[in-house]
């Protein structure tokens, strides 16, 4: 048998798999009660809640919906998350584990009740999910977390059982969960927003707020007046609230496969490392298995080639896949403390919300976060909302991870600028590599027919110095995860500017992009 290939471009199962969209751009102005910044399942579950609520309300996406983190995602739908009740039962007491418990088991249940109260077709069904280990070292981790997942009532059960092709060795079990086609949900719910006053607009790139009575939201294209804004773009752009040096960016890679042999139904995670995590989902030519794992600081990996390749061989060797049909990568927001920021930007004001920081858990946590944020604008408690609070005081729980990753942050800027550089005349064709041209560094990427694209290789967000991502054929921030195409233009903020257009000094200048 042929050994399966990884495919040369990177294509989203979920994207391929669900409806283009062609909502309009935003022109002139326009005024709702609620702005909702960014596209991606967070804005659409927080702006169709607010629309449920009777609110009038703007979703303003930058691409097309979806086509962030949301369309890159394994998007498994639990309250299962890893192994993280053991450790919050630790940093943030029981209560701690059971707010964040319940708030994501109610998650899953308002998923179900919305699909079936908007008649939303998004393969939903109700499927265990497992943390699970090979590893007998790291059974007692599985009994702790099945121990402290029981305490606060959340449907946990210890097994050594389950429908992998290889024996495990113990794993914790969350029955009543779900899997479920994020885009489709997401794509379901636009169209619940859209109408009677309220909007979704596509490519329309919010660039500032201005909070005030009435917000007033600057886009690239139009204004937006409203009472309130969400900004749910992943890590907020307009950070109030300094939520780029209480987070760190994570880039995870998945392959979409198809086996030989029987497909796995239940949704699992390693608990232990290298993380594997697989589901399934149904195509309309059989079961496709998503596998992702080998995560790494957004901008500070360059073997991309090997971490496709370790997992294309744990496809191959231990379940049995004969063909590769999908790669794709994607990042998300690692609280220092573990715990998501959901609601009020910044204390003392009820016009900024946001939802950051998921670690990759943001199906149900979207979710959550349009559940708090609805009960806030309404005026009404919410039994989670100070757990979540993006102003919580629990420092202790976070300080020695958010030492570490501003000291890192820290590292990357100075000791980026200090790098021996290649020169441009060594660039192949296909190759991008960040080069020393007299006193600046350029970004520079020589395309397959040999043209060149320089840009400054300074973010526009704080100024450190991308670097290249060979699988996606950008340039990534390792501070904060800001990322750029070759050309310089804003894939991923919280930069939101583009990387200035500069040309080597031997070529004349192309003229400028306004960095910040
Ligand atoms: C590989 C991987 C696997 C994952 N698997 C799971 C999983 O199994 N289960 C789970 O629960 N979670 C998972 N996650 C996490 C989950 O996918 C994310 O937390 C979630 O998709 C985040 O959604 P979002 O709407 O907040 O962000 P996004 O989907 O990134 O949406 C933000 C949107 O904002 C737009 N935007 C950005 N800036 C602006 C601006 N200035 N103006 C207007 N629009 C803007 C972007 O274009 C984007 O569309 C995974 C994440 C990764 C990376
Ligand atoms: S993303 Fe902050 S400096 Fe680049």
Redesign the pocket.
């Given at each position: 048998m042929a050994t399966p290939s990884v495919p040369e471009e990177p294509q989203s199962f979920w994207i391929e798999t669900s409806d283009t969209t062609a909502y309009p751009s935003l022109r002139g102005q326009v005024s709702v009660d609620v702005a909702v910044?960014?596209?991606?399942?967070?804005?659409l579950t927080v702006a169709a809640h607010l629309k449920r609520a009777g609110m009038t309300v703007a979703v303003?996406?930058?691409?097309r919906?979806?086509?962030?983190?949301?369309?890159?995602?394994?998007?498994?739908?639990?309250s299962l998350h890893g192994l993280v009740y053991d450790t919050l039962t630790s940093s943030f007491g029981e209560e701690g584990a059971r707010a964040y418990g319940e708030a994501n088991e109610a998650a899953i249940e308002r998923v179900a009740a919305l699909c079936s109260e908007y008649g939303i077709d998004c393969d939903f069904e109700r499927v265990p999910n497992y943390t699970y280990t090979e590893s007998e070292q790291e059974v007692s981790q599985i009994e702790a977390e099945v121990q402290a997942a029981k305490r606060v009532e959340l449907p946990a059960t210890y097994t050594e059982e389950s429908d992998l092709p290889y024996p495990i060795r113990a794993a914790v079990r969350f029955d009543g969960q779900a899997r479920f086609h994020?885009r489709k949900w997401c794509l379901g719910l636009a169209r619940v927003v859209e109408g009677g006053g309220s909007h979704v607009f596509e490519e329309?790139?919010?660039?500032s707020v201005e909070e005030g009575r009435p917000c007033r939201v600057q886009?690239e294209r139009g204004e937006l007046e409203a009472g309130r804004v969400v900004v749910?773009?992943?890590l907020p752009?307009t950070d109030r609230g300094f939520f780029f040096a209480r987070t760190h960016p994570e880039?995870?890679?998945?392959l979409g496969v198809r086996l030989d042999g029987p497909v796995p139904h239940g949704m699992y995670i390693t608990a232990g490392s290298p993380t594997r995590?697989i589901?399934s989902h149904p195509a309309s030519d059989g079961e496709v298995v998503l596998i992702?794992g080998e995560s790494h600081k957004t901008g500070q990996a360059a073997d991309y080639q090997e971490r496709y390749a370790r997992l294309e061989r744990f496809a191959r060797e231990r379940l049995g896949a004969r063909s590769i049909d999908y790669r794709f990568?994607?990042?998300?927001f690692y609280p220092a403390d573990q715990v998501p920021y959901i609601g009020r930007m910044r204390r003392g004001s009820d016009r900024l919300y946001t939802?950051?920081g998921?670690k990759?858990?943001?199906?149900?946590?979207?979710v959550v976060a349009a559940m708090i944020i609805e009960d806030q604008l309404q005026g009404r408690e919410n039994p989670w909302s100070e757990f979540y609070s993006p102003n919580r005081l629990k420092p202790m729980a976070s300080a020695s991870s958010f030492i570490k990753e501003n000291a890192n942050v820290a590292r990357r800027f100075f000791g980026d600028r200090l790098m021996k550089r290649q020169s441009l005349a060594e660039l192949a064709s296909g190759e991008g590599a960040v080069v020393a041209d007299g006193s600046q560094q350029l970004a520079a990427y020589r395309d397959e027919q040999g043209e060149l694209h320089t840009v400054s290789a300074r973010c526009t967000h704080l100024g450190c110095i991308v670097s290249w991502n060979a699988a996606d054929t950008t340039w990534d921030c390792p501070c904060h995860g800001s990322r750029f195409g070759v050309d310089g233009e804003v894939i991923?903020?919280p930069a939101?500017k583009a990387l200035k257009r500069s040309s080597p000094s031997s070529l004349p200048s192309e003229g400028e992009s306004g960095e910040a």
């Open positions: 910044l960014g596209g991606g399942i967070t804005g303003v996406e930058a691409n919906l979806c086509h962030g983190t949301t369309g890159h995602t394994t998007g498994k739908l639990s994020p329309t790139r919010a660039l886009t749910a773009t992943l752009f880039r995870e890679h998945v995590s589901r992702s990568s994607a990042q998300d939802a950051t998921f990759a858990w943001g199906m149900s946590h979207a991923h903020g939101v």
